[in-house]
């Protein structure tokens, strides 16, 4: 008999163990969801977490299960939890954890580990590794559990550190050993443990509030930009009401996209790159001056520029330049705190600035809209995405999930966001291989259709979760950009190179196989046609939509990064 059908529902006698301890520990903290994908030694926790009524989704493999998990996290203000087996499943949940970490998403990977003794003096155990030293490195907390009293306190541990402050992922390493010891059920039910309040609001100091608006009283030309830490922390409603009532321009970073909707008057994103480059003071709220924002340097950024930045971690503030007034709270509490200590007319809306960034925005429109507008065929970037917002024009409530290099950096520009957390993508570390595990997620987490819009190299990394979709019966439409390669595809009748991918592959087969509804599009009015008929059937679907294989460009907009050769500059 297995522990699961030995133990489902009452522990019998007055014994339980670790496997009942872990899952009571989880249900007691509100977990109600589990990614992962089974094997020794998890298998019966797996069976025993399903049968007490938590929701277990089985991945094809564990990357895409830690993506789901995190993407959850970010999306509830809850940890998603991953379940992987030991050393390789758990490396590749790691992949997925380290990735959440740098996100700042919160989410524990509990991976089930093999037998300490062995595993300590290298004896050679079936899948052996010390993987609470490997975790330790790429996340924000590890923790082990060597004995099955301290359940509890390893759950509660973890819960508390991956949501705690700045939220990231949370590594729980429980030995094979501990999962099937036995305990004293009393004692057991004793040690459980129910955080309280693992976030609480983090209000920032007065004196830090009135510095931050003094500042921003004297700027002519203020910015704002809002980052994805804005929408986790769910400050939309504070946020809109500062930035309203003081009329400056935002600019939000690609997940904070439709915190405020991106039709609004203020929104200064099709005026980047001048609205960067001229605004004297910069209010930066949940978004670190990393790559993303050039660390907050010239030529991009006006290097006489002050800075205001709001971060729940302090360690943030003068991490590339200089912060005039740093804030130090959560970003609800903090917006919360200057819409009340602002008096009226202390920070004014800037005519002429507005004026010249409401002018260059609507340049920059116009040139765009030609290229929107334009129909070439075979379909490029732009129009295949122009084809894709007409279908979702209607259909906001959409999550969308974003991966790839131009598709990605095509489709932030393309894709309107009308709500908050809707969009979905690459992230801090523009990384390939969220697409299916956040679709998944997503629709996990929310009940709503998904539409992942992916590059076809960027698909690659996840698409055999297209049976998990399928599987699960979820509403995900996968749109697979597909020009034959990473960024863009090999001329006919040359040898593959390394960015190549097989010509004409028909992608809409794969979900076929799955019993999923598939789309093959060469031209705009049948890729908007075929996402509408996907997303009304709330049903598993997978559009190829075929784009010209010269197309794309190398690295997308990112192509400064690649190392250029010195030693060809000197020639
Ligand atoms: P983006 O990629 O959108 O620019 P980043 O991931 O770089 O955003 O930055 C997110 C920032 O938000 C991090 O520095 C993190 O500490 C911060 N953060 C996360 N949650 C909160 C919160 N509740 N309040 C304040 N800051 C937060
Ligand atoms: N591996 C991982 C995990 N992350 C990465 N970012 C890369 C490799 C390198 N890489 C990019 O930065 S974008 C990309 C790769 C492989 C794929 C680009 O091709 P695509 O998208 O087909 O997904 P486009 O739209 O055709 O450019």
Not at 154 to 163: D, E, P, T
Request: proline content about 6%.
């Amino acid at each position: 008999m297995s522990a699961a059908e030995e133990f489902t529902g009452n522990v019998q006698g007055a014994m339980t163990d670790g496997f009942h301890l872990v899952i009571e520990a989880l249900k007691l903290n509100g977990i109600d969801t589990i990614y992962g994908v089974a094997g020794i030694p998890i298998t019966d926790l797996l069976r025993l977490a399903q049968a007490e009524g938590i929701r277990y989704f089985g991945f094809r493999h564990e990357q895409s299960a830690g993506n789901a998990a995190a993407i959850a996290g970010f999306l509830t203000q809850h940890p998603g939890i991953c379940m992987t087996v030991s050393a390789p499943g758990f490396l590749n949940g790691l992949v997925a954890l380290a990735n959440a970490t740098t996100n700042c998403f919160p989410m524990v990977l509990i991976s089930g580990s093999s037998d300490r003794a062995i595993v300590d003096l290298e004896q050679g155990d079936y899948e052996e590794m010390d993987q609470l030293a490997v975790a330790r490195p790429h996340c924000k907390a590890a923790y082990r559990v060597n004995r099955p009293q301290d359940i509890g306190i390893g759950v509660a541990r973890a819960i508390r550190a991956a949501l705690s402050g700045r939220p990231g992922g949370v590594y729980l390493d429980l030995t094979a050993e501990v999962l099937g010891s036995a305990l004293d059920a009393e004692t057991g039910r004793k040690s459980l443990i129910k955080v309280v309040d693992p976030a609480p609001p983090q209000p920032p100091a007065q004196q830090a509030v009135k510095r931050a608006l003094e500042l921003l009283g004297k700027a002519e030309r203020p910015l704002a930009i809002i980052g994805k830490g804005a929408a986790y922390a769910r400050a939309e409603a504070e946020i809109r009401q500062f930035l309203e009532t003081t009329g400056m321009p935002f600019l939000p970073m690609s997940m904070a996209k439709g915190l405020l909707p991106d039709d609004h008057p203020q929104s200064a994103a099709a005026a980047r790159s001048y609205a960067i480059g001229n605004a004297d003071v910069v209010l930066v709220a949940g978004a670190r001056l990393n790559w993303l924002l050039s660390h907050g340097r010239a030529p991009l950024w006006n290097p006489n520029a002050r800075l205001v930045q709001v971060d729940i971690a302090s360690t943030e503030f003068d991490s590339n330049r200089a912060v005039a007034a740093p804030v130090a709270g959560d970003i609800k509490s903090a917006f919360a705190a200057f819409n009340a200590a602002l008096k009226p007319g202390q920070i004014k809306r800037q005519a002429a600035w507005a004026d010249e960034i409401g002018k260059r925005k609507q340049q920059n429109i116009e040139r765009m809209a030609a290229r929107l507008n334009a129909d070439p065929s075979p379909m490029n970037f732009s129009s295949a995405l122009r084809a894709a917002r007409n279908a979702l024009a209607t259909q906001p409530d959409v999550y969308i999930v974003n991966e790839g290099a131009n598709t990605l950096d095509f489709g932030r520009n393309i894709i309107d966001m009308d709500k908050p957390r809707h969009r979905l993508d690459s992230g801090t570390w523009g990384v390939m291989g969220i697409g299916m595990g956040y679709a998944v997620g997503a629709a996990a987490v929310t009940g709503k259709p998904v539409v992942a819009i992916e590059g076809d190299s960027a698909f690659g990394f996840s698409g055999m979760e297209l049976e998990t979709i399928c599987r699960y019966d979820l509403p995900v439409t996968t749109v697979v950009f597909n020009n034959n390669g990473v960024y863009r595809g090999d001329p006919e009748g040359r040898p593959y190179s390394p960015t190549g991918l097989l010509r004409d592959a028909r992608y809409e087969k794969l979900i076929e196989a799955f019993g999923g509804r598939g789309y093959h599009c060469t031209d705009t009015p049948s890729l908007t046609a075929a996402l509408s008929e996907a997303l009304a059937s709330k049903k598993p679907a997978l559009i190829n939509a075929v784009i010209d294989p010269t197309a794309g460009t190398e690295s997308g907009h990112i192509q400064s990064l690649n190392p250029k050769s010195a030693a060809a500059q000197k020639k």
